[in-house]
Nanobody
């Protein structure tokens, strides 16, 4: 089982990035998927989650209204569209598959993780 995150980079405040997470086999299409992020010296924090069907989503308050999680099960890929980026969004972003059928916010509820992609937002 592999998850490969991509799309990170350097962007100015107010800019946008789209992260992608591609999975092997049915890794992504078979479960709830989430995005987390970890800033230097900080814990890994929940960003967003999406149900298996893609109908339901859940966001951290800090990104609500700016970020959008989506998925394409046919392509075994999940996305995170990030708009209105702020310097405090700077972090390594990780995609993960939940071990639970519910959109939980604790990283311990996720069993497979991608390698992370760095997002840097300059002021």
């Amino acid at each position: 089982v592999q998850l490969q995150a991509s799309g990170g980079g350097l962007v100015q405040a107010g800019g946008s990035l789209r992260l992608s997470c591609a999975g092997s086999g049915r890794t992504i299409s078979s479960g709830v998927m989430g995005w987390f992020r970890q800033a230097p010296g900080k814990e890994r924090d929940f960003v967003a989650a999406i149900s298996r069907s893609g109908v339901l989503t859940n966001y951290a308050d800090s990104v609500k209204g700016r970020f959008t999680i989506s998925r394409d099960n046919a392509k075994n890929t999940v996305y995170l569209q990030m708009n209105g980026l702020k310097p405090e969004d700077t972090a390594v972003y990780y995609c993960a598959r939940s071990a639970s059928p519910y959109m939980r916010r604790e990283s311990t509820d996720y069993d497979y993780w991608g390698q992370g992609t760095l997002v840097t937002v300059s002021s």
